[in-house]
């Protein structure tokens, strides 16, 4: 967008509010651009500009005539950061992700670029090339829900309220790409094996990739059996519900186990298994009981040894 970094917003507004009142012609509107905005360098430039607000649905073209989209329509009636924030949200695949990303600590736009490629590949950016990146921290850092120190991303108070509701306001939401959506092997929504519980697909994608996509127990490694499991419960804790260190990637099975209080981690990351758990499953042998004491390979600062001290304190057994 025009206008620089931090004013993406008001140049939407301006954008909207000159599309509503002139229906102008592709030519009309790249003069328009030329004239009210700097550093426009060329119609190619403005158009994509503008090809990206009609993916979105902020506009739309008919017959050589631009006028606002259904998103356009529903912002310029509202007119609010936070039918912005949900449009941008929903339209831009992986938006969240970064924003659960950025709510475990500051980013570059190296991480940043990382961060979506990795949880998202299918957005087939060059990972040579910043501007996608940059592109998005801008947008957020416009809406308000991100800052810049430095080199360094970071969310605002705004942006971590965001995350903090998002992870089940989202929930039944889908990625914007139906192939993969709609492809049960991917599992972007799902049920745990102890009760019904929806979580925010993108949640849920940012928390896997910290995790290679790995059981953190077991090593199984196929998304759509493996689990998002809240290390201080979802209903006793609701404000870690969004916090990435308070999730573990876990099968469904190790899930249940883990729930049912059957082992648990310790803050050094040892497996600590229940002295009442009996198995004649060698699967569970396997991977559970002959492993008690064993460390386990985690990536650095992925889990809060605090919250595996605040779960552990409740097990007796422990």
Request: proline share 5%; aromatic share 10%; net charge negative.
């Amino acid at each position: 967008m025009f206008g620089g970094a931090t004013s993406y917003v008001e140049t939407l507004d301006e954008i909207i509010e000159y599309v509503n009142a002139q229906q102008p012609t592709t030519d009309e509107f790249v003069g328009w651009h030329q004239g009210r905005f700097e550093r426009v360098s060329n119609r190619d430039s403005i158009l994509r500009r503008c090809d990206y607000l009609e993916d979105v649905g902020f506009l739309e073209i008919h017959a050589d005539e631009w006028d606002l989209g259904p998103e356009g329509q529903r912002y310029l009636a509202n007119r609010s950061t936070e039918t912005l924030l949900e449009i941008m949200c929903r339209r831009n695949l992986g938006l969240r992700s970064l924003l659960y990303a950025l709510s475990v600590g500051p980013m570059s736009i190296d991480d940043v670029g990382q961060q979506q490629l990795n949880t998202h590949p299918e957005l087939g950016w060059d990972p040579s090339n910043y501007d996608m990146a940059l592109q998005r921290v801008n947008w957020l850092r416009s809406l308000g829900v991100v800052q810049k120190d430095g080199d360094q991303y970071t969310l605002t108070a705004e942006g971590r309220q965001f995350t903090d509701n998002a992870v089940e306001a989202w929930a039944d939401s889908t990625a914007i790409d139906e192939s993969v959506a709609l492809d049960p092997m991917m599992a972007g929504t799902y049920d745990t094996t102890v009760e019904a519980r929806a979580i925010d697909p993108e949640f849920r994608a940012t928390a896997l990739y910290q995790f290679d996509q790995t059981c953190a127990v077991s090593d199984v490694d196929h998304p759509a059996l493996l689990d998002v499991a809240h290390i201080l419960p979802w209903s006793d804790y609701p404000e870690y519900r969004a916090d990435l260190q308070n999730v573990l990637p876990l099968s469904k099975i190790h899930h249940a186990a883990f729930d049912r209080k059957l082992f648990t981690i310790d803050a050094e990351f040892h497996l600590q298994v229940n002295p009442q758990f009996e198995t004649d499953s060698p699967l569970l042998r396997e991977t559970i009981c002959d492993r008690a004491g064993e460390r386990i390979s985690l990536p650095e600062k992925a889990v809060s040894p605090k919250y595996l001290n605040r779960h552990n304190a409740r097990l007796e057994w422990v």
